[in-house]
C-alpha cells in the first residue's frame, strides 16, 4: 500500500524546513523589533465566524466539517476573524492600540497554482485600537523592514500603496451614487488583470457611462496624489482622503522607508471591508502574485459583536516570498545538519566517545556519532556525509596525555587539544 | 452576532504565546544540539493513511472532512505516519541513520479533560534506519536533555523505561501463546489506570490463570532486570531482551542521563505498533498525565508500503509539560513587550523622534512609540504601561546639543547621551 500526500499541501523535507524556518525567524525577528507581540488563535473555528466576515461564498473555498456534536467547524481560511474574535473578548482588558502578530497556517479549498497552494503559513501584523496615520505607516514599516531584513532592495521589490476611501470619493465626485460603490471596487481591483474592454464593458453594467470611466482611469493613472486630485476637478471629500493618505507617505519617508513605497490607486484590494489605506507588496517586476496585501478595515470588529475600534494590518504568504526569494539568490546554498561529528578510536574507547558527545551538546554544540562501531575510515566518512564542519576523534592520545584530536572536514588538517579545553576550542 | 472559541481549542494570547514559544524554543534547540534535523508534514493528510496505521477506530478520534472532490481526508492526530510516509517516498535518497524531529500542531476529536485538549503541539524525535540501541538511547537522552533544558530536575520528571519484546518474551516464558500477546498488551498497559480486580478480571478473561497473572505482575513489579528475569525463570529470549534493555540504560548512564532514567516494566505503551525498547515520562510525583511517551517501531514503514527499516522515536505534547512547568514555577513571570519606548518632548521633534524609532528597530531593539501627539507626561505613562525598560527623550537638547536622554522607568533616573551613541549605550 502506497501514500502520496494530499495534493496543494506541501511536505517540508529537511531543506524545505530550512527556507520555511528562515521566512518565519525573520517574520518573528521584524515584528518584535517593531513593537508587536505575538498571539494566535486555534486552527478551527464555527464556520460561521468566516461566513459573517465573508459572506457565504466563503464556505465553498475552505475546508469545513461536521463534529460529533454536529457543530460546522472550518478550519481557518485567514487569521483576521479570529483576531477579530479575540480582541472582542478582551476588549475592556487589553491595553490599547493593540500591535500584535501571528503567523498561522491557513487553509483555502482551491486548485493550486503557481504561488498558490492549498494551505500556507500567513504572516498577519495588526494594529487595533488607534485610527492615526501613524499605525498605518507602522504596519507599512514592518512590511518595508521585512523585504530589507531578507536582502531585497527597493529594485527587487515594493509595497503599493492607495486608499479605499479615497477611491470611494473619487467614485463620488465623478457622480456615481454611494449605492453603486460596493459592486464597482470589485471591478476596480480587477482593472489590471483583464483587457481594457472586458473593464470597460464590466464598468457600463454597472452603469458608467464612458465619461465616468475616462475620469477613474485617468484618477488611478495619477502618478502623485496632486496629480489625481486635479484629474477629478475639486471636491473637499478627495482633498481630504488624498490628505490621509499623504500624511501615512510622509512617515514612511521620515522614517527611511519612503524607497520601499510607491503611490499606486490601481491597487483596490478585493475584500469588501476595507475602509481607508490600502496597499500590497509585489516583486518589482511583477512577475508573480502578490507577495502581501492589507490595509485599515475599521469596522470588523463591530461586525463580529464588538465595538466599532480603528484597525490597520496585512498579511503576506510564505509561498510567493519564498519564489521570490530563490529567484534573487536570497536562500542559503546548503543546511549543514551538524557542527561535529565525534569518532571512537578503537571500540575501548566508545564511552569517552559517548562522554564527549553528552559534553558538546550540553554546550550546545551540534553533535552525532556513528551508531555502528567501526573503523576510524569509515566513522570519517559518516563524518563528511553528515555535512559536519569537523571531527573530534577520541583516540589512544586521550588515555596517553589527556587529548583529543579536532580533525577539519574541508581540509583535512588536524590538532590535538587537551580534552578539558575541547569545547572552548570548538566555540573559538 | 457574538463568537466564542470551538471547545477544547487554545485562544493563544501573547501571555500564554510565551509559554508556548518557550517550550517550542526549548524542543527546537535541543533536537538541533543533539544532530536532529527539522521536518514537517502537511496539516491534512488522506484519511486511509491513519486507517492502516491503526485501524478503524482511529477514524471515530480524528477530525475527518471530504474536499470537492469525494476525497476523504484528516487532519493528523499525530505524525509518525506523515514521518512513514515522507521517508518511504525518498527512501533510497536519504542518508542513514535518518534523525528527524517536527513541532507539528496535531488535532484528536476527544473529549477535554485536564492535560488534554482537542488539539496540542507534539515534539517528535525519530531515528529511521538504524537497529542500534545507540539510537533509542539517543532519543531517550535527547528528551532527558530538554527536561533539563527546562529546569526540571530528576526529583521533578524521570523517564521510565521498559521493552515491548521484552513483556512478550516474558509473556511467553509464563506459557501465553504468542496468538493472545496483542490482545494482553493492552490490558498490561492499563494494570496501573484501574483497580486489581478490574485488571485481573480482564486478564482471566483472555485466558491467564491466576498463577501466569501473578507471575506476569511480580515480574513487572521487579525493581531490576536481574530481579525481573528471576523471577520468570530461565529463558533465553528474556536474557537477551533484558540485555538489550541492559545496553540501552547503560548508554544512557555513560552519556550523564542516568538519573533522569528509571526501569519502570508497568510501562508497556497502548498502540500495537512497538516491538522494541518503549518509555513513557512523567513528573515524578505522577499527579499528572504522560509528559512523553515511545519507543522503537520497526515494522511501520513497511505496513505504510515501505522497507523494514529500524525506527524508534517519541512524541511529547505541550499541555502537560507547560501544566508541569508552571507548577514548578519554571516559567517566566512577566514578558516585557519592547525594550525602549520612544517620546517627542515637543511636535516639532516628532520627525526626529519617528529617526529615532526606525534606528532602533534597524539595531534589532523592541520599539514603541505613542500613536497620539500628546504631552511628555502621558507619553511617559504610555510608556511605564507598555512594558519597556527605558524612554527615550527626544527633546530640546536634540537641537541644542545633538544629544538624548535615556530614562530607566524602574527607577526614573535619566541621563543624556550623544543622538549618535544611542544605539551603543542602549545595548550595553
Redesign the interface.
Known amino acids: ?6 495534493k496543494g ?6 531543506e ?2 530550512v527556507v ?2 528562515l521566512i518565519a525567524d525573520a517574520w518573528r ?1 521584524v515584528s ?4 508587536f ?10 464556520l ?2 468566516f461566513r ?1 466576515k465573508s459572506g457565504d461564498e466563503i464556505v ?1 473555498q475552505l ?3 461536521t ?2 456534536g454536529g ?1 460546522e ?1 472550518a ?1 481557518r481560511p485567514e487569521q483576521t476573524p ?1 483576531l477579530a ?2 480582541v ?3 476588549i475592556n482588558a487589553l ?1 490599547r ?1 493593540i ?2 502578530f501571528s503567523i498561522p ?1 491557513v ?1 483555502r ?1 482551491e486548485n493550486p497554482q503557481r504561488g498558490r497552494g492549498r ?1 500556507f503559513f500567513q504572516w498577519n501584523v495588526d ?1 487595533i485600537g ?1 485610527d ?1 496615520a ?2 498605518d505607516a ?1 504596519c507599512i ?1 514592518t512590511l518595508a ?1 521585512l523585504l530589507a531584513e531578507l536582502g531585497l532592495a527597493p529594485s527587487e521589490a515594493q509595497v503599493f500603496l492607495s486608499s479605499r476611501s479615497l477611491i470611494t470619493a473619487a467614485l463620488s465626485a465623478v457622480g456615481v451614487e454611494t449605492s453603486r460603490h460596493a459592486a464597482l471596487l470589485p471591478i476596480l481591483d480587477k482593472r489590471d488583470k483583464v483587457p481594457a474592454e472586458a473593464f470597460e464593458e464590466m464598468c457600463a453594467k454597472e452603469g458608467l457611462a464612458a465619461g465616468q470611466i475616462a475620469s477613474i482611469s485617468a484618477f488611478q493613472d495619477a502618478a502623485t496624489l496632486e496629480e489625481a486630485a486635479a484629474r477629478l476637478g475639486p471636491s473637499d471629500t478627495v482633498a481630504a482622503e488624498c490628505a490621509k493618505l499623504a500624511e501615512v507617505m510622509g ?1 514612511l519617508d ?4 519612503g524607497d520601499y513605497c510607491r503611490l499606486d490607486l490601481h491597487v483596490v484590494r478585493g475584500l469588501a471591508y476595507y475602509t481607508g489605506v490600502v496597499y500590497e507588496a509585489f516583486d518589482t517586476d511583477r512577475s508573480l502574485r502578490a507577495l502581501a496585501g492589507g490595509g485599515r478595515y475599521d469596522n470588523l470588529l463591530e ?3 464588538g465595538p466599532t475600534l480603528g484597525a490597520t494590518g496585512f498579511g503576506m504568504g510564505d509561498i510567493v516570498l519564498g519564489i521570490l526569494l530563490a529567484e534573487r539568490g536570497k536562500l542559503p546554498s546548503t ?1 549543514e ?2 557542527d561535529c561529528y565525534v569518532i571512537d578510536a578503537a571500540e575501548s574507547l566508545f ?1 569517552a566517545a ?2 564527549v ?2 559534553e558538546l ?2 554546550a ?6 556513528s ?2 562501531r567501526q573503523n576510524l575510515g569509515k566513522q570519517l566518512k559518516a563524518a563528511a ?1 553528515s555535512g559536519a564542519a569537523v571531527a573530534v576523534i577520541v583516540g589512544e592520545e586521550l588515555t596517553e596525555a589527556g587529548e583529543v584530536t579536532i580533525k577539519t572536514l574541508a581540509t583535512g588538517d588536524q590538532r590535538r587539544v587537551r580534552r578539558a579545553d575541547l569545547v572552548a576550542e570548538l566555540k573559538r
Open positions: 500500500m502506497e501514500f502520496s500526500s494530499v499541501f506541501r511536505d517540508f523535507y529537511p524545505d524546513m520555511r524556518n525577528r518584535l523589533r517593531n513593537g507581540v505575538e498571539y494566535e488563535g486555534p486552527m478551527l473555528e464555527y460561521d465566524l459573517v465553498s475546508f469545513s466539517l463534529d460529533r457543530r467547524l478550519i479570529t474574535r479575540m472582542n473578548a478582551r491595553p492600540p500591535k500584535w497556517w487553509c479549498a494551505e494594529v488607534s492615526a501613524l499605525a507602522e514599516f523592514d512617515i521620515r522614517m527611511g522607508a461586525t463580529l459583536g543546511a545538519s551538524c564511552d559517548l562522554g558527545v553528552a551538546r550540553r550546545g554544540l551540534r553533535t552525532n556519532l551508531y555502528k556525509r
